[in-house]
């Protein structure tokens, strides 16, 4: 007879982990399958290595503007493979924090690879031994992994995902980043600072594809002060991989022929699920994700999936949503789910990144009447004492209410400024609420009551 329980969630990332431990704080009896550490590609090859490593970066751009801020500093170098061993030691600490978590709520882990098989059950396999677990639900939250080209493929060395990155202990003399999204501009930023020449190289008109039009500009001239070679609309045609370097070929407003002593692949992620289907499993998908209704069940009876395994928003914290509404679907008598609708996006480059809603490109096409609020960082007096200058706050305000439509911020700390918008959007909160509101004074969050005052044509400092 297989172990039963009245859940196995089969991945243990930020749907897979936050779903376990919300069934068991609601007294199921849970099991966990997951083949690597738990925390999935966000705490062990993403979101937190990533951060640590851009906080490295950051740290030591400061110690290079010592001068503007009346220091004296000199000699001061880095020691690359330590920086990168301060981020995977950073990385091992949040998924043993998440073992512990398990073990105080007694979720059950199983180490090895997971198959879905017909009837609500998974074969386990692991260290050459099999076994098989019963569940009465099962959660699949198997994330996704990046995408490679048929033509560079990956072999850790030269050519690297951002996997291989994250660990790399060699700092390229010359680099080029294929895909100017989030993680690309993230390790461009990151690998600039520490004296790599970079090259950008995204396939679509601007980077940071979906972002606020004029958001995305002033993040790209920012880059290419910075040394960063920018190239847009353009794509990587062929590539030849030899011991010491790569040579692409770049077609774009001109071609050319691209040589680097290492490549960055950054062109997207695809679904972990073929592997993890048995035979006789078969869940309808669309693009390769998974297709969930709206509580989130798949088209196999009984069988539930949540995170970037379903398909876009690719973030962690619409998992983290994903894998409790589900659980709350299936659990708790009476609940609806609600699929994630509005979410907060950030970028985590110098200058950051954060926005939330509409863009003002979308606003338009959908012709809705709305105001803009912007606010310079250059007029906050918080920005200017922290040498920290560059950016602006905007915020989407609609017709005649003033209820938010969308909010970009470029510029220092502008993932933190984010989290103000999204609870107003979540309270239905309008211009008004913002600007009266009190912003404790000097702060950077003085800019979003600001941004409301601008949009309602009575600014006050600027």
Known sequence: ?????????????????????????????????????????????????????????????????????????????????AVIARSRSVADRMARGVDHLFEARGVMLFRGRGTLLPDRKIRLVHGGEEKVLAAKQILLATGCRPKTLPFLPVQGERVLTSRQALASTERPESIAIIGGGAIGVEFAYFYSVFGSRVTLVELLPGLLPGCDGEVAKALARDLSKRGIQILTSARVESARVGERSVVLEIAGKTRQQLEVSSVLVAIGVE????????????????????????????????????????????????????????????????????????????????????????????????????????????????????????????????????????????????????????????????????????????????????????????????
């Not at 503007?65 to 000199?74: D, I, Q, T, V, Y």
């Not at 894998?323 to 299936?330: F, K, P, Q, S, V």
Request: aromatic share 8%; glycine share 12%; hydrophobic share 40%.
């Open 1 to 81: 007879m297989p172990e039963s329980y009245d859940l196995i969630v089969l991945g243990g990332g930020p749907a897979g982990y936050v779903a376990a431990l919300r069934a068991a704080q609601l007294g199921r009896r849970v099991a966990c399958v997951e083949q690597e550490k738990l925390g999935g590609t966000c705490g062990n090859w993403g979101c937190i290595p990533s951060k640590a490593l851009l906080k490295s970066a950051e740290v030591f751009d400061l110690f290079r503007r010592a001068e503007e801020f009346g220091l004296r500093s000199s000699g001061h170098d880095f020691n690359f493979p």
């Open 271 to 462: 679904p972990n699920i073929d592997s993890c289907l048995g035979p006789g499993v078969n869940l309808e998908r669309e693009g390769g994700f998974v297709q969930v209704d709206a509580r989130y069940e798949t088209s196999y009876p009984g069988v539930f999936a949540a995170g970037d395994l379903i398909g876009p928003p690719l973030l962690a914290h619409v998992a983290f949503r994903e894998g409790l509404e589900a659980i709350e679907g299936i659990f708790v008598p009476g609940k609806v789910p609600s699929r994630v609708g509005i979410f907060p996006s950030c970028v985590y480059s110098q200058p950051q990144v954060a926005m939330l809603g509409l863009t003002e490109e979308q606003a338009r096409e959908q012709k809705l009447a709305f105001r803009i609020g912007r606010y310079p960082y250059a007029a906050n007096g918080k920005a200017m004492a922290s040498g920290d200058s560059v950016g602006f706050v905007k915020i989407l305000f609609s017709e005649p209410h003033g209820e938010i439509l969308g909010a970009h911020i470029l510029g220092a700390d502008a993932s933190e400024l984010l989290a103000e918008l999204s609870v107003t959007i979540a309270c239905e909160g309008s211009s008004a609420e913002l600007h009266e509101a009190i912003h404790p004074h000097p702060t950077l969050s003085e800019m979003i009551g600001e941004a409301a005052l601008v949009a309602e044509n009575r600014p006050l400092h600027i």
